[in-house]
T-cell receptor, first 111, second 114 residues
């Protein structure tokens, strides 16, 4: 089993739709969680950190469920510019270099 | 502010050739790392460094060497290229030796080994 698993998609949604991605992780020692965004043939960039209490940044909401070992990303009012691959990233308490990346979920937002 | 700069952006090699991917950052970050990204897989850590003169292996180090003579530079050397090393390579850096914050990536280097 992969340490971090994501549905590869693609998710095809119309503009204005709400879409949610989940990411499951297997290491219960994981302590830090992030969502990165990667545009086609570009480098990953940090979208947002995921806090235990959940957090929101504009149209984006991230949630953490430690009991079930998953994190989620909700995108409201999707824009064409949201089309990208979203990478789930987890980091255990034991070592900062042991950052584990999921393979990503592809999102296409259509007009 | 240049951030993390990688060169070259594209490279084609023949099996057995050697080459060096260059990575430089101008943010005075202590932590630097090299990842490879293959279709259907997450980024995998090749080597990392927590400061000048200190390097260590990541998840997939075989066939690669690194050095860190300065804070700014972290080159990745392919010793004898193999087709299995065809991939996209990303250099990333983070403030602080423990890599607890945001990772900043270079634009990537696309390598094809024939």
């Amino acid at each position: 089993r992969k340490e971090v698993e994501q549905d590869p998609g693609p998710f095809n949604v119309p503009e204005g739709a709400t879409v949610a991605f989940n990411c499951t992780y297997s290491n219960s020692a994981s302590q830090s969680f992030f969502w990165y965004r990667q545009d086609c043939r570009k480098e990953p960039k940090l979208l947002m950190s995921v806090y235990s209490s959940g957090n929101e940044d504009g149209r984006f909401t991230a949630q953490l469920n430690r009991a079930s070992q998953y994190i989620s990303l909700l995108i409201r009012d999707s824009k064409l510019s949201d089309s990208a691959t979203y990478l789930c990233v987890v980091r255990p308490l034991t070592g900062g270099f042991k950052t584990i990346f999921g393979a990503g979920t592809r999102l296409f937002v259509k007009a | 502010n240049a951030g993390v700069t990688q060169t070259p952006k594209f490279q084609v090699l023949k099996t057995g050739q050697s080459m060096t991917l260059q990575c430089a950052q101008d943010m005075n970050h202590e932590y630097m790392s090299w990842y490879r990204q293959d279709p259907g897989m997450g980024l995998r850590l090749i080597h990392y460094s927590v400061g000048a003169g200190i390097t260590d292996q990541g998840e997939v180090p075989n066939g690669y060497n690194v050095s860190r003579s300065t804070t700014e530079d972290f080159p990745l050397r392919l010793l004898s290229a193999a087709p299995s090393q065809t991939s996209v390579y990303f250099c990333a850096s983070s403030k602080g030796a423990q890599n607890t914050g945001e990772l900043f990536f270079g634009e990537g280097s696309r390598l094809t080994v024939l």
